[in-house]
């Protein structure tokens, strides 16, 4: 059995984001359409015990939201562990929110727990109850009852507060500081990639025969922040492949063999947020489901 809930199915900053008035955040604010809070996903391989695959800023509101999350005593909570997909702001800060004296196992890469080692404020998980896991890439382990993750690299780059003054940001690293999770629960391959700047050859292989991916749904396309008037950079320079267009996600993964696809992480810019927009029924036409919160997914 494996059941996962989108916590949170938008990227950073949100659906509105505090200081964005582009059309989206605009209509989110009337009400016109749902908003979103940011990328999480919560997954169980029996239905009781939980991962949660991200933790943003908005995890207080998300946990919530989620009665299955809720405590089931004094001070016992369904949440076996938190595993991360990179060092984003947008999927760590929410570890902040997670201190108060709760047990549970941080699964990241070495290189994602070394940024986490390197902000003192993280110290607030209380070292003797939050154990922190290291995980090799490429190497399966039970994160929950019945539910084990891979983590594996795919393009990405290192997360923007570390980018540092270099001119030349490598956008395409294959290594540590972005991954995808490869969850596999009742003989099912489950794929968890919010952040992905390339779908390689070797990337296709492994996502064909999957019951479920969710999918790095940043943007429509790669000019998209530009052509909002909300920023200058493009898809590509934040490591997000765009849905649309040849190299596009959607037509990367048209000819693989997955049960079902869902879009996270979407970008407030992105026209698929627009439940009547023509690019919504383009990647619903495709086969692709746009990711909201609270929605459910099993497989
Ligand atoms: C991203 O997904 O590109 C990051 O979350 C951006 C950010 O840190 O604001
Ligand atoms: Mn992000
Ligand atoms: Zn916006």
Known sequence: MFRAR?????????LPQWNCGCANCQAARRGEIPSLTQSSLAVSGDGIFWAILNTSPDIRG??????????????????????????????????????????????????????????????????????????????????????TAELFAVPGKVPLYMEGAEAEVRTDLIGEQTVGAHLRAGGRDIFHIPGCARVTPALARRLDGAALVFFDGTLWQDEEMVRSGVGTKTGRRMGHISMSGEDGSIAALAPLSIGRRVFVHMNNTNPVLRPNSPERAEAEAAGWTIGQDGMEISA
């Open 6 to 14: 989108i916590l949170g199915a938008a990227a950073g900053g949100g």
């Open 62 to 147: 998300q946990l919530v939201a989620t009665p299955e999350l809720h405590p089931t005593g004094p001070r016992e909570v369904p949440i076996r562990s938190v595993l991360l997909t990179n060092g984003d702001i947008d999927h760590v800060a929410g570890l902040l929110t997670l201190r108060e004296q709760q047990p549970f196992t941080l699964f990241a890469t070495p290189e994602i727990l070394a940024v986490i080692a390197a902000n003192p404020i993280f110290d607030a998980l209380a070292p003797e109850k939050v154990t922190r896991r290291p995980l090799a890439l490429d190497t399966e382990v039970e994160i929950a009852p019945g539910l």
